[in-house]
């Protein structure tokens, strides 16, 4: 099992730290990243957190997932591999 988690439906008001305090109460907190907008720097409304063993992050994921943080009922998960994309984007022709 991984140690990197999905943390979704976040309030875009939580920071890295309030994650990090979160998530410390189910073992080490290796990182904590909240995803932002490239192009705007806003945050996305997600994060990914990562804990020290498979067994914290199982603890983090019981404890956390629909825990209210912000005001918003959290979504935790096991993060899945980022999915290799085509760097395309240009038009078709039609």
């Known amino acids: 099992m991984s140690t990197k988690l999905f943390v979704g439906n976040l309030d875009f008001k939580v920071t890295e730290n309030d994650l990090q305090d979160a998530f410390a109460a189910y073992g080490t907190v290796v990182e904590a990243n909240v995803v932002t907008d490239r192009t705007t720097g806003r945050p996305r409304g997600f ?11 199982q603890k983090a994921i019981d404890a956390m997932n629909g825990k209210e943080l912000g005001g918003r009922a959290l979504n935790v998960n096991i993060a899945r591999p980022r999915e290799e994309r085509s760097g395309g984007g240009g038009r078709r022709d039609r």
Do not use: G
């Open 47 to 57: 994060a990914f957190v990562t804990m020290s063993s498979p067994e914290e992050a």
